[in-house]
């Protein structure tokens, strides 16, 4: 059974360009999070998805970001006209459906380089 | 707010010592609790987790136990190995309404020499 997956797992992008992160959930999981960790810093959440629902956002940036988790594919991350402060890297996490859910099992990441 | 804090590092041991990685947190209700490693270059790992008062979770020779009394949750391990070097994640999960959101610690580096 793969893993979460990510890609790309490393993405450069210079200043006013877009950035688009995809994760895929663990077969069976139908919930997905994302967090962000700023160099030598813990992860901070950003947003709890469910299929085709944004469930908790309140991590999020208020402007340039958004995400999604479309009834097929990937869940998206995109962040429009980054800026040099959006440098961190991005995990994604997944777990299966149901409540209480304690478990998340987390990607390896794409770190995102503004220049 | 919930919050999680942790013991700031580096941590630095030769191999075979023991190792003691403080955390503490503040929370309503009744938090999952919960220890994450994150290996250079990789994502998280869950290492152990607890979820509810006086449960101890263990694994690979590491473990902590849920103090809701002191509101901690302390990683031990009697004797750490180099393969141990790692930077070591304490978080929670809100016990109620959190939907899941797991609310993390700075992180603590740990470095084991031979």
């Known amino acids: 059974n793969a893993g979460v997956m990510q890609n790309p797992r490393h993405l450069v992008r210079r200043r006013g360009q877009e950035a688009r992160l995809r994760c895929s959930p663990m077969?069976?999981?139908?919930?997905v999070y994302w967090y962000r960790q700023l160099p030598e810093e813990g992860l901070k959440f950003m947003v709890y998805?469910?299929?085709?629902?944004?469930?908790?956002e309140s991590g999020m940036p208020k402007e340039r970001f958004s995400a999604e988790f479309p009834k097929e594919g990937p869940s998206i991350l995109r962040i429009q006209q980054v800026v040099r402060g959006d440098s961190a890297a991005y995990f994604c996490?997944?777990?299966?459906?149901?409540?209480?859910?304690?478990?998340?099992?987390f990607g390896p990441g794409t770190r995102l380089t503004v220049t | 707010g919930d919050s999680v804090t942790q013991m700031e590092g580096p941590v630095t041991l030769s191999e075979e010592a023991f190792l003691t990685i403080n955390c503490t947190y503040t929370?309503?209700?009744?938090?999952?609790l919960f220890w994450y490693v994150q290996y250079p270059g990789e994502g998280l790992q869950l290492l152990l987790k607890?979820?509810?008062?006086?449960d101890k979770g263990s694994n690979k020779g590491f473990e902590a136990t849920y103090r809701k009394e002191t509101t901690s949750f302390h990683l031990e391990k009697g004797s750490v190995q180099v393969s141990d070097s790692a930077v070591y994640f304490c978080?929670?999960?809100?016990?109620?309404?959190?939907?899941?959101?797991?609310?993390f610690g700075a992180g603590t580096r740990l470095a084991v020499h031979p």
């Open positions: 996490a997944s777990s299966p459906p149901g409540q209480p859910t304690y478990e998340q099992y």
């Open positions: 607890a979820t509810k008062a006086d």
């Open positions: 978080a929670l999960i809100p016990g109620s309404g959190g939907y899941n959101k797991l609310i």
């Open positions: 998805l469910q299929k085709e629902n944004i469930i908790d």
């Open positions: 929370a309503t209700g009744y938090p999952s």
């Open positions: 077969k069976g999981h139908s919930h």
